[in-house]
């Protein structure tokens, strides 16, 4: 009789939901930006540089993947 000491593992169906929800907001961010980039084109460069960070950093990536990824491995929205 030999016991097994590894635990079973079950995959979540949220990380495939997860990573299918951060495709869709690579999409959306690159429209968006797409869609701006005549706007944010005509600021002086050193006006443009503040503009996409703060695009590409804050408001797609730490704002809602932070909540996102949370609960990918949880199932809460709340944060870490």
Do not use: H, N
């Not at 950093?57 to 949370?70: D, E, G």
């Amino acid at each position: 009789m030999s016991i097994d000491p590894r635990p079973t593992y079950r995959p979540s169906w949220r990380k495939p939901v997860g990573m299918f929800m951060i495709l869709g907001l690579i999409a959306l961010w690159a429209v968006l930006v797409g869609s701006l980039s005549g706007l944010i084109g005509r600021l002086p460069m050193v006006a443009q540089v503040p503009v996409y960070v703060f695009l590409g950093l804050i408001w797609i990536w730490i704002l809602p993947l932070k909540r996102l990824l949370s609960w990918m491995e949880t199932g809460r929205w709340r944060g870490f």
